[in-house]
């Protein structure tokens, strides 16, 4: 998350013009952004956890 954050901050330059009523380097945008995608892939590896817990695993090895 550090390395992608400090990626976004090299890049901004790019989005700069594409921005409206926000500065590129607004704190609680990257903050915002960086706590969203934290909170989407908790919730991803989340359901893939519950999804594998319902498996019992015999099955799946005499399946093999």
Request: charged fraction near 10%; charge should be positive.
């Amino acid at each position: 998350m550090v390395a992608g954050l400090a990626l976004a901050l090299a890049a901004v330059h790019l989005l700069a013009a594409v921005l409206y009523g926000i500065s590129p380097t607004d704190p609680l945008t990257f903050g915002g952004v960086a706590v969203l995608l934290m909170l989407v892939t908790l919730a991803a590896g989340y359901a893939a956890a519950r999804r594998g817990l319902r498996i019992d695993p015999a099955v799946v090895l005499r399946r093999e």
